[in-house]
């Protein structure tokens, strides 16, 4: 079932998601050579601390961390670990996710870790930009069906895949609502676009192939051909005509 947000709701939302931004901005300085992704895990608790939200991902079906830190081949879920050095080179995705008056939000960017090839950096932008692609259909008129094509064309039009095995989701009073938003698909299917609907989408990109195995730890989530792959994701909702991302709030960069 589809949860339709009142203005109210949506105003509710608006804390816990821009401290989600907050904290994506704020972690880029600690994103260097030599820093372990359980030093960045503390920074960001610590910081949500300091703003009064809890993090949504710990205890989350017993997930041990308050982020999720996958470097290179891992795609999503990373467990954070004091073994986990980042290197030069290096990219990372980092994802958070924040609760504040049981109102949750969800975000995710992929930084580089110094000097990255080329190859790489397009990787990560093609990543964000078909985050854009995605919510330049997110309308009243169109359907789920045009925002995951609308990725997955400016994706494989860069010759990148799509994750298949994760997708988006509706969010609200749990972290995970209705519907799915898979990162592929068909135009003019599936639910029609509504004011009032809030979506995390967030595409997850891989330089090689789309195939995943879970690693042994039983969340991290690596590419089978082992090449890098990427994750961009916001919370945004659709109303007053416009799509409003909760996790851009003014004065933050994307
Ligand atoms: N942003 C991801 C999602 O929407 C991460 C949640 S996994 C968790 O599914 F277990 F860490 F919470
Ligand atoms: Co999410």
Redesign the pocket.
């Given at each position: 079932m589809v949860k339709l947000k009142s203005e109210a709701e949506i105003d509710a939302m608006r804390y816990p998601n821009r401290v989600v931004g907050e904290v994506l901005e704020y972690i880029k300085d600690y994103i260097k050579d030599g820093v372990t992704t359980y030093d960045l895990d503390r920074i960001i608790e610590e910081f949500f601390e300091k703003k009064h939200v809890i993090p949504?991902?710990k205890g989350?079906?017993g997930?041990p961390a308050a982020s999720?830190i996958s470097p290179n081949e891992v795609v999503?879920?990373g467990i954070p670990s004091k073994k986990i050095v980042l290197k030069n080179g290096d990219i990372v995705s980092i994802?958070v996710?924040t609760i504040y008056n049981g109102w949750y939000g969800?975000g995710?960017r992929t930084y580089a870790v110094g000097q990255i090839d080329e190859k790489k950096q397009k990787l990560i932008d093609v990543t964000r930009d078909s985050f854009f692609a995605g919510i330049g259909q997110f309308r009243t008129g169109k359907k789920l069906g045009d925002i995951s094509y609308a990725i997955q064309t400016l994706v494989e039009s860069n010759g990148f895949s799509v994750i298949r095995d994760?997708v988006g989701?509706g969010i609200g009073q749990a972290?995970?609502e209705d519907p799915q938003v898979p990162n592929f698909g068909k135009p003019s299917r599936g639910i029609p676009l509504m004011e009032g609907l809030v979506l995390?989408i967030?595409p997850m990109v891989s330089m090689g192939d789309w195939k995943v195995r879970v690693l042994e730890d039983g969340w991290g989530v690596v590419t089978i051909d082992g090449l890098p792959s990427a994750h961009y994701?916001n919370t945004v909702v659709l109303h007053k005509g416009e799509v409003e991302i909760l996790t851009i709030p003014e004065g933050i960069n994307a």
């Open positions: 949504a991902f989350y079906q997930y999720c999503v879920h994802d996710g969800d995710a994760y989701h972290l995970h995390a967030e994701e």
